[in-house]
């Protein structure tokens, strides 16, 4: 077993060959220059990432199909990162229940060191190559679920772990790295590197890295919900009204969609139980609440097939 000093001298040679570990020359002077200038510079670098993402619509693509096809299959999606990436993973999960009326079992966030690290670092959880596997058994990880891993170096243990995990299942992995030949886009199915170059903070990877990973989870959810029906003439169409300001969202837009007045389309959704979806079938149709969610289960949520059923 290779002793701390070797284990560091390999590191050391790792994160070397790393852009997002690299510095610049440039940059050497930022610490002299004024705000407005710092503000310049920083936005110049930060422009460069969606063309990256952008470079990568091709294997963005084949994920999301994948993930569609898992979902209508009744299975999952699980992020797994640690630090920065574990946390864009926790919020990209959070944020599908109220978006898109998900089941919070639906889209799932795990990151190394558990709740805790959220909020705080928790010592050395990104190198325990085991603590994801076991989480990802204790969620009961199958073949319809759907594994992301994300590491902006792509040599988190954590990471490998978990995806190694998840294809002994037979799971679906994806990997978002933001270098290239990356460890971990090496042994997921689909891998999605980013490559953002070095940070405008040496090594500061929740900044372009952070950014590449947020775009491309915002796409894989975000699209899949569009594949399965959660969306119609691009607008949210399954959100749940958890608060006042969802609520009246909710009677705007069956109000734009349907071209009736506000009144109308807060009694239309009284009578729908709060479903801007099943409120706009009505509307569009003239179903009764009952026959309008036959409708809408038989056309498996999507909107338009089940306006058409009933047209």
């Known amino acids: 077993m290779p002793n701390d000093d ?3 001298s390999a590191l050391l040679s790792v994160l070397e060959k790393l852009d997002t570990e690299a510095s610049t020359t440039e940059r ?3 610490d002299l220059l004024g705000t407005a200038e710092l503000v310049r510079r920083m936005n110049a670098e930060d422009r460069r990432v969606p063309e990256a993402v952008a470079e990568r619509a091709e294997e963005i693509a084949a994920a999301v199909d994948g993930i569609t096809e898992r979902f209508r299959r009744g299975g999952r999606l699980i992020y797994i990162g640690a630090g920065t990436a574990g946390r864009i993973g926790v919020l990209d999960a959070s944020e599908c229940p109220p978006t898109f009326g998900t089941d919070p ?3 799932v966030g795990l990151i190394a060191g558990g709740e805790t690290a959220i909020r705080s670092a928790v010592e050395n959880a990104e190198d325990d190559a085991e603590a994801a596997g076991a989480s990802l058994r204790e969620l009961d990880l199958a073949e319809n679920d759907t594994v992301v891993g994300i590491s902006a170096s792509g040599r988190t243990p954590y990471v490998i772990g978990g995806l190694e995990y998840a294809r002994r299942v037979g799971a679906l992995t994806v990997a978002i790295a933001s270098n290239a030949d990356s460890a971990i886009g090496a042994v997921a199915d689909i891998p999605i590197e980013v490559v953002t170059g070095p940070e405008f903070i040496s090594g500061s ?3 372009k890295a952070g950014t590449a990973q947020k775009l491309v989870v915002n796409m894989l959810t975000t699209l899949s919900m569009i594949n399965l029906g959660k969306t119609y003439r691009g607008v949210m169409v399954d959100l749940l009204a958890t608060n006042e300001k969802l609520h009246a969202r909710s009677i705007r837009t ?9 009144d109308e389309a807060a ?3 009284e009578g729908a139980d709060g479903s801007v979806k099943l409120a706009l079938l009505m509307l569009a149709t003239g179903a009764t609440p009952e026959a309008a969610a036959t409708a809408l289960e038989r056309a498996h949520g999507i ?3 089940a306006i ?3 047209a």
């Open 6 to 8: 070797s284990r560091l």
């Open 205 to 207: 990877t929740r900044l």
């Open 303 to 305: 909107l338009r097939e």
């Open 105 to 107: 079992s639906m889209v």
């Open 254 to 262: 069956v109000s734009q969609l349907a071209g009736v007045g506000v």
């Open 28 to 30: 050497g002077d930022l």
């Open 267 to 269: 009694a239309a959704l």
């Open 308 to 310: 058409t059923a009933l």
